[in-house]
């Protein structure tokens, strides 16, 4: 009898000692759910990014005008298919470093097969540019998961000449992509992360719709979303200064707007979208979801929302209350 009150003496004393650990660990592990850690891990990936050292590895341009994003109308269809694409250089499936134009450097990394005028591709540029597009990718999930891409193809330029006579683009213009074949054309310059994130969304999000294309509105609204994100306060003034127009009644027709509107048109497609993230980033998706599917505007925020968004005009007067309360809050991003 000693013997087995003794045995459950230590029974008790191990199942007491078993509780003690377990309540001592879960008052020292990290609070919240799965999704919570992975999203402070990204989140501390994003900050170790944004405070690497990546002054010197792209240096501004003498050209003043290359430090601020110049906002430009978009792309028409036949404009796109004039811009040289990647095949224009590269060979399918090829793992050759290939031949760049007379002036460009060429490197072949993970992501990326890069052109670079003037200046040699040095590890420090690619491990930048390489943690530009890692977070980003994990950032636009699930968009970029079905992303068909290998590799995608980035040329920077240090001349305007060069850049003009490449993409066909204006004196004003920054970047071009063409979304089909994963290219990216960008000027080097102060603004470069910002730009090179917006060109990234037309690829990845962009590229979620084809063969089809995004509303022009979802499309620019959403990669001005991401630009916004890693730029400072002084460079999204502009923001600041047209969401207090667009609250006091000055709005555009996103469908149609002419060129003396299209920052204001930026801006409103800007603050729509990060309205429709804001309430409900599944559900977003879910929308983007529908309009590849072919469904109209209305239908496609029917079926990801619920009512009252049932056509883009019930959209708008809902995210013009939400702007004009949010302003008259101090909140001046939309």
Known sequence: MDISKRLYSVVILLALAICFIAVYESINLPKGNNDTQISNILQKAREQVSNSK???????LEDSQEGTYKFVMPLSQSEQESIPTAKTFIKEES??????????FAKLTNNYVIFREQF????DLTDFIDNIHGNFVLDIIPFSLN???KRLFLMLFRTRKNFTKYTSRPEWSQAATDVKSGSIYLMEGTSFKPVFIHELTHIYFDGFFQPYEPPLWLSEGYAVYNQVKVQSEEENGWIQKNVITLSQKNYINLEKYSEKEVELWYAQAYSIVKFLLEKDKD??????KNLKSNMTIGKALYRAYGM???T???LEYAWQAKIQQEVKKGNYYG
Request: hydrophobic fraction near 35%.
């Open 54 to 60: 990546d002054k010197g590895i792209l240096s501004p």
């Open 95 to 104: 793992l050759q470093i290939p031949q760049a134009p007379n002036g460009f």
């Open 120 to 123: 040699d591709i040095t590890k």
């Open 147 to 149: 992303s068909e891409f």
């Open 283 to 288: 559900s977003f998706y879910q929308f983007s």
């Open 308 to 310: 009252p968004f049932n």
């Open 312 to 314: 883009l005009k019930a």
